[in-house]
């Protein structure tokens, strides 16, 4: 194998990596469930590569998301489901009948005309949508309903955030946030329960709803959640790199050192930090 500028070239690496006799046994076991966490982190570090305007980054981060969409497509065409050209044909097909002011002649020539016109080709593709998945006996679909419009591929925080806002326009809210606390004492109950039962289904049931009620009380604050999280990693960052900086300027080593000797320095960087404020 040889690299190429041809997609097919990466095609035909896929498949020799997920050959059941010849490919890689760690590919070869990899199903959709398992390739998924993969291609959110792909698809965050390709929008951390333009934040940061690192363009040569940037190219790397395009190719490893390019692997997943072809990781995906093989996978499918195992399974009989679709292929790599059934993607590239589905994405094509839509981008020309949702342009037909640039790819076919019509009247749609104001920005104005091109927005009724794309509001009606989206319709018939949701009722193209609906009628396939009635053929594929397919019945729960999270993309109708009062919460529809909140996409399921936003991060989870943010999904969280938005299932929030729209059942709120509807009534389907706390008024206050006081009550949520109440609701973070009764879901950690729940997750105490959990914890004791060794039900691991049941321990991730009841932190989800833990964090979701965290969701909530950021909203009702007026505090973005997501934000908010990033806030607390950069300082977790910075604390932890003050133990390791630390460590190591008195000739110890993060692997040697105990967790009494690293919290004692995780709350001096806590308290360098108050004196700083």
């Known amino acids: 194998m040889e690299p190429s500028r041809d997609i097919a070239r990466l095609i035909d690496i896929m498949a020799a990596l997920r050959d059941p006799d010849t490919g890689c046994p760690w590919d070869i076991k990899q199903d959709f469930e398992t390739i998924k966490p993969y291609t959110i982190e792909e698809a965050y570090e390709v929008a951390d590569a333009i934040e940061r305007k690192d363009f040569d980054d940037l190219c790397d981060e395009l190719g490893d998301l390019l692997l997943q969409v072809v990781y995906h497509a093989r996978m499918a065409e195992e399974d009989g489901l679709f292929s790599f050209g059934d993607v590239v044909h589905a994405v094509t097909a839509k981008m ?20 009724i016109q794309w ?17 594929a006996g397919v019945t729960e679909d999270f993309k109708v309903g009062h919460l529809g419009n909140v996409q399921r591929s936003f991060p989870a925080l943010t999904e969280a955030l938005k299932l929030q806002e729209q059942a709120a326009r509807v009534g389907f809210d706390w008024s206050e946030p006081e009550p949520i606390l109440d609701k973070f004492e009764e879901e950690i109950g729940e997750l105490r329960q959990a914890l004791t039962s060794g039900d691991q289904a049941k321990i991730a049931d009841e932190l989800g709803d833990l964090i979701f009620a965290a969701v909530n009380l950021g909203r009702h604050t007026k505090t973005d959640p997501e934000q908010a999280l990033r806030g607390t990693n950069t300082k977790f960052r910075r604390r932890f790199n003050y133990i390791e900086r630390s460590l190591e300027e008195n000739g110890e080593s993060l692997d040697a050192a105990t967790l009494e000797r690293m919290e004692a320095l995780w709350q001096d960087a806590k308290a360098i930090e108050r004196r700083l404020k």
Request: glycine share 0%; no cysteine.
């Open 96 to 115: 020309i009948r949702r342009h037909p002011h640039v790819f076919a002649r019509n009247d749609a020539d104001t920005p104005e005309a091109v927005k």
């Open 119 to 135: 509001d009606e080709i989206k319709r018939q593709e949701k009722a193209d949508r609906a009628a396939r998945r009635a053929k």
